[in-house]
T-cell receptor
Framework: EPEVTQTPSHQVTQMGQEVILRCVPI?????FYWYRQILGQKVEFLVS????????KSEIFDDQFSVERPDGSNFTLKIRSTKLEDSAMYFC???????????FGSGTQLSVL | DAKTTQPNSMESNEEEPVHLPCNHS???????IHWYRQLPSQGPEYVIH???SNVNNRMASLAIAEDRKSSTLILHRATLRDAAVYYC??????????????FGKGTKLTVNP
């Protein structure tokens, strides 16, 4: 079965540094998402992306966050100036159509020191 | 977002059926009922979804109450690999509905050998 691929699996960074988390959604999927999960807590929605623009974002997704689909295959999440509280597992997901099932990647564990 | 209520945890024995309940008394007529699960150290995984009628797939069955205020995910023969957190999620597609999935705390299923 096709799958969503996320790289790196682990990322360690210093507070204040920029990080880019990368995702390759399933080919021919049209809807893309980022979620995050702080250790021991719920999976939280960050942002959804369709037709090369953000369609919905949560309160967590402030000006420090941005998303991009630079080349038609990758989907990236950038955090401009990381904070300690950004430490979490970040999941990318894609879906072929609105309301379709979401396919999640295995996540990137971000540790901000 | 319409809310769901699930037990925090449940236990089952291997090769026995498991019935995971979910209450969603405020469900609206256009809300779909989705079930995802999250195995340890992995991203969420789609299990099944439905609107009004009961649904079956190779992973599970979904039984939806006639008034749609509750549903039950049925694993017909639990295996050790089914140990996971199971999330019952409502997805609204009506006017003003959101395309994002909102995860709650879910039910942690333990399967005993």
């Amino acid at each position: 079965e096709p799958e969503v691929t996320q790289t790196p699996s682990h990322q360690v960074t210093q507070m204040g540094q920029e990080v880019i988390l990368r995702c390759v959604p399933i080919s021919n999927h049209l809807y893309f998402y980022w979620y995050r999960q702080i250790l021991g807590q719920k999976v939280e929605f960050l942002v959804s992306f369709y037709n090369n623009e953000i369609s919905e974002k949560s309160e967590i997704f402030d000006d420090q966050f941005s998303v991009e689909r630079p080349d038609g295959s990758n989907f990236t999440l950038k955090i401009r100036s990381t904070k300690l509280e950004d430490s979490a597992m970040y999941f990318c997901a894609s879906s072929p159509y609105l309301g379709g099932k979401l396919f999640f990647g295995s996540g990137t564990q971000l540790s901000v020191l | 977002d319409a809310k769901t209520t699930q037990p925090n945890s449940m236990e089952s024995n291997e090769e026995e059926p498991v019935h995971l309940p979910c209450n969603h008394s405020t469900i609206s007529g256009t809300d779909y009922i989705h079930w995802y699960r999250q195995l340890p150290s992995q991203g969420p995984e789609y299990v099944i979804h439905g609107l009004t009628s009961n649904v079956n797939n190779r992973m599970a069955s979904l039984a939806i109450a006639e008034d749609r205020k509750s549903s039950t995910l049925i694993l017909h023969r639990a295996t050790l690999r089914d140990a996971a957190v199971y999330y019952c999620i409502l997805e609204g597609r009506g006017e003003g509905g959101s395309e994002k999935l909102v995860f709650g705390k879910g039910t942690k299923l333990t399967v005993n050998p």
